[in-house]
C-alpha cells in the first residue's frame, strides 16, 4: 500500500536552533518527494522537490536529503526563525495515475 | 498561491443545507482538484478534473458533487451538509510537468452545525 509517514507530528524549539523532520515512504514506483510549507489559515505552498537521483538539495536555511534505498527523506531547517512556524508536508506522485500521497504532516513552531 | 482563487474563505452552514466553493485559475492548466484537509489526516481527494468536460471520484467524494464549468473553473457542490463535512477545502493546480508541482489555493473553511 502506498503509505507516506512523517515524523513528529510536532515539534517546538527554540529561535536559532536547527532541527530535522522527517518522511518515510512506501510509495512505489518511485520517481520525486516535495516537501511544502503550510502556515497557519493559508495552503501549501512548495519548498523544494527531490528527483530520484538526488541526495541533497538546498533552498536557503532548508535542505532536504533523499536516501531512495532505505525511502527516507528529511528536510532540516538551519538557525529557524519564527516565520518557520508552519506546518511542513510530505508528498509523493504516484507514477501513471492522477493521485498524489500526502503525508500527515509535522507542525514546528518555532518559540523567541 | 497567486493563479488560484477560492471563495468563499469561511462559510457557517446548517446541518441540510446546500453551498458550493468556487475555484477559478489562471495558470492555462487543464487540471484542476478539490481537497479536504482534516486535523490529523493528511490531504485527502474529494474530486478532481483530468481536462475541461470531465470530472472524475477521488478518496471520499460522498456527499459532493462538482463542476467543471470551462478550463478555468471548477466547482464543489455539497448537496445537503452534514457535520462531517466539516473541515478545510483546497481548490489545487497540478501543474503536471518534470517536477509536479501542486498550486494550492487558500482554502475555504467550512463549519456545518
Given at each position: 500500500k502506498n503509505q507516506v509517514e512523517q515524523s513528529p507530528q510536532s515539534l517546538i524549539i527554540l529561535e536559532?536552533?536547527?532541527?530535522?523532520?522527517?518522511?518515510?515512504y512506501t510509495v512505489s514506483p518511485f520517481s520525486n518527494l516535495r516537501w511544502y510549507k503550510q502556515?497557519?489559515?493559508?495552503?501549501?505552498?512548495?519548498?523544494?522537490?527531490?528527483?530520484?537521483?538526488?541526495?541533497?538539495?538546498?533552498?536557503?536555511?532548508?535542505?532536504?536529503?533523499?536516501?531512495?534505498?532505505?525511502?527516507?527523506?528529511?528536510?532540516?531547517?538551519?538557525?529557524?526563525?519564527?516565520?518557520?512556524?508552519?506546518?511542513?508536508?510530505?508528498?509523493i506522485?504516484?507514477?501513471?495515475?492522477?493521485?498524489?500521497?500526502?503525508?500527515t504532516g509535522t507542525r514546528l513552531k518555532v518559540l523567541a | 498561491?497567486?493563479?488560484?482563487?477560492?471563495?468563499?474563505?469561511?462559510?457557517?452552514?446548517?446541518?441540510?443545507?446546500?453551498?458550493?466553493?468556487q475555484c477559478a485559475q489562471d495558470m492555462n492548466h487543464n487540471s484542476m482538484y478539490w481537497y479536504r484537509q482534516d486535523p490529523g489526516m493528511g490531504l485527502r481527494l474529494i474530486y478532481y478534473s483530468a481536462s475541461e468536460g470531465t470530472t472524475d471520484k477521488g478518496e471520499v467524494p460522498n456527499g459532493?458533487?462538482?463542476?467543471?464549468?470551462?478550463?478555468?473553473?471548477?466547482?464543489l457542490r455539497l448537496e445537503s451538509?452534514?457535520?462531517?463535512?466539516t473541515s478545510v477545502y483546497f481548490c489545487a493546480i497540478p501543474d503536471g510537468g518534470l517536477g509536479n508541482t501542486?498550486?494550492?489555493?487558500?482554502?475555504s473553511w467550512l463549519t456545518v452545525v
Open positions: 536559532g536552533k536547527n532541527c530535522t523532520l522527517q518522511c518515510n502556515d497557519t489559515g493559508r495552503g501549501p505552498v512548495s519548498l523544494t522537490i527531490m528527483t530520484f537521483s538526488e541526495n541533497t538539495k538546498s533552498n536557503g536555511r532548508y535542505t532536504a536529503t533523499l536516501d531512495a534505498d532505505t525511502k527516507q527523506s528529511s528536510l532540516h531547517i538551519t538557525a529557524s526563525q519564527l516565520s518557520d512556524s508552519a506546518s511542513y508536508i510530505c508528498v506522485p504516484t507514477s501513471g495515475t492522477y493521485k498524489y500521497i500526502f503525508g | 498561491n497567486a493563479g488560484v482563487t477560492q471563495t468563499p474563505k469561511f462559510q457557517v452552514l446548517k446541518t441540510g443545507q446546500s453551498m458550493t466553493l459532493y458533487n462538482v463542476s467543471r464549468l470551462n478550463k478555468r473553473e471548477f466547482s451538509a452534514a457535520p462531517s463535512q501542486i498550486y494550492f489555493g487558500e482554502g
